[in-house]
């Protein structure tokens, strides 16, 4: 705990000399007004159109004419200086319902341009593509992003702290044509698909494109190569020559209806079918605070998780994928660390289906931000009903930094006579510095039960720093032995944690675009700093060519203290032999990874190790092979092989992963993938069949298959068939 009170105090007069240097003559908390914008000089002025703005990808009408020209785009990678090979323009316009943009991206180099796929929210590393990020509230932290492929395919997601979250989608059109010298992409997006400020006439604003032919990221205005051009840090401002339309209230329901088909084979049960229906309603509440709610969701859409072989001790994480969770995410998901967060949306509905949840969240004004969620799981058998809240409010102060309160609340319902339930209350501050280089964490969290014992703290603090070519970053964490995070994610408790990382790097950008050495370490402790529980330590050293290659080989060095009996073969299902508590194991691995050129047609990744693997040996390769005849068809095969020798009692494990994967876009509308994974360490194989076909926008028919089989004699343990139509009233 001393330990922990000297690396606030560190992190805190940092946080005072940041403040203060980027800040001059700060005495408390100030507004956006009087904050310095990093690329405040790059101005696009937008004029109202004085007639029709047709969507043909044709940029024909007087309007775009008269337009004024984003141009001139700096390079971001490989290197960020100098302007890139092949030149890029974007015009906007608008008029009472909607703003436009005409984009047009000319090519220097003759051949195919990549584009993977029609499918929406396309992967940026493998296509050609553009990029749009708005920051309507000018606060630097949350927007909105558009963009679209090479083959039209569309991109729409909202963002925040973290990654834009993509699983967000609005009304809106886009046309891209092709021609020998160029691709040519028009937007229409109307004002009510998104929230802005009313009455205002500035946003800020960003253009970003991926030329993988050259192999050149740029952007309108200049964003440093270690930040993504996603960074509302570096956006440049969008000048309108009015105050914008007044922002209307947003209402839409997305009713549905769905049946499905079960087996269940392994347990002898009937053939089961079931019809029902729910909905799902947006309600704005203002021009930046949402009303979600939700009935009787069905999730049976959503992707399923790629698997992995499990040859872990602790609890492995998979995201949410499940849009209700979604949108405004951060305000939820962001608290704590990756490892020890008070809530994770995916503890709902885990052991019963969800019944009905509503979700309050956006902004209160440009300082302050609100969420409250609520859900429901209904009451299965032996399975009490649940009711989950979680409520977060958030205030921004100096440039982009944040201070935050979360409160969660799990309790079980329907269970007379008995109060059971489980509780977190906690405080985080998030510091980013307005250039963005320096990065920070504090958080203290408690939880309580109705026994509420001692030690239910987790804590923790970070700080890291980033230039182009260093990166350095120290993180500290602390959890109670009796931290309870039910709602949450936290795998592991009773220790305390070091983390130092840095790296180096050199950019000769010839052959070799960039390459350096990085280290990243973890230190686990008992809650006393008296006892070394475990460690990571990886050294490893990286290039990356200029064909988008990339290799890196290193080194790995592991100890281990088992606090519980284990079983490094069976790690969810102990058998009969197994390490024993208390036992320790130093070893050391060896690794090199290799990610071919993404831009061939077939591409591939794979990784290679061995060495040391607690009392015996492990060797390894995983990897991934892709084909794709673009843009209508993803031809991939995940794979992993491990093969692992443990002394005697242990037998001599050999598990194969295999994940093939087909992905067919008929067109932006029509999808369809088939999605196997053969797994022999839970001797099972998974069989996903996925059909969607969009008819209207954010309205669709999904049609999909699962199926579960033994691995030997291929006989079904069950399988499931599901139907779902769902319709945009807005």
Known sequence: MKFALLFLFLLLNLFSYSAKKHFPGIKGLQNDSVVHKKNENFILHVKKATGPIKIDGLISEPDWDKAEKAKDFRLVLPVDTGFPKSPSEVVMTYDDKAFYLGITFFDTIPGKRIMESFRRDFVFGNNDNVLVFFDTFLDQTSGFSFGASASGAKWDGTMSSGPINLNWDCKWDSKTTQYKDRWVTEMKIPFRSIRYKSGTDRWYVNFSRLDLKT????????????????????????????????????????????????????AGGKTRYHQDFGFDTKLGISTSMNLDLTYNPDFSQAEVDQQVTNLDRFELFFPEKRQFFLENSDLFSSYGFSSVTPFFSRRIGLDAPVLAGARLSGKLDNNWRLGLLDMQTERTGDQLSRNFLVASLQRKIFARSNIGIILVNKEYTNEPGKQNFNRIAGIDYNLASSNNKLTGKLFYHRSFSPENPGKQYAQGS??????????????????????????GYVPRKGYNLLTPEFSLLWIPNKRVVSHGVSMVSNYYFDSGYSNQLDHEVTLMYKFEFKNKAILDAGIKDFYTRLNKDFDPIHPTHMSNTFLAKGSEYSTNMGFIDY???????????????????????????????????????????????????LPAPFEHARFLLLGPKVDLTLSDKVFFSTFVQYNEQIENMNVNMRFQWRYKPVSDLFIVYTGNYFTGDWSPRNRALVVKLSYWFN
């Open 215 to 266: 192999n050149e990221k740029s952007a309108w205005a200049p964003v440093p190569r270690q930040f993504p051009t996603a960074s509302l840090a570096y956006t440049g401002v969008l000048q309108w020559d009015a105050p914008l339309p007044k922002s209307k209230m947003m209402f839409s329901v997305i009713p549905y209806v769905f049946g499905s088909v079960v087996k269940d084979f392994e």
């Open 462 to 487: 970070s700080f890291a720093y980033n230039s182009r070519r260093i990166h350095s970053a120290l993180s500290q964490v602390s959890v109670g032995e009796n931290y309870i995070a039910e709602a």
């Open 595 to 645: 990610f071919s050129d993404i831009r061939s047609m077939f591409n591939y990744s794979a990784t290679v190790a061995t060495g040391g693997f607690y009392s015996g040996n492990i060797s390894l390769i995983k990897g991934q092979m892709t084909y794709r005849y673009q843009p209508y068809l993803n031809m991939s095969v995940n794979f992993s092989y491990n093969d692992i020798n």
